[in-house]
């Protein structure tokens, strides 16, 4: 599961948000790891990167979930 499924967010390509908030930079290739991705949204917030967000997404139910992949295979 990605991201952008898991937190419903709509901001895949053609996701009801993505007019609105622009399509996530996550998205297609890195739902699976989107903490490591610099600008990203959360909480309604624009993310930085990966070490300016981490605190954020360590309380993230996506990241803690066995969904998020945390090997770093690229």
Known sequence: ?????????GR????????????CPAYPDHGQQCAR???TLCGGTVQGTFAMKL???????????P???????K
């Open 12 to 23: 895949e390509k053609g996701g009801m948000k993505a007019a609105e908030l622009g399509v």
């Open 67 to 73: 969904d998020y992949d945390r090997s770093f295979k």
């Open 1 to 9: 599961m990605n991201c952008w499924e898991f937190k419903k967010c």
């Open 37 to 39: 991705i610099a600008g």
């Open 55 to 65: 605190a954020n997404c360590m309380k993230c139910e996506f990241y803690k979930s």
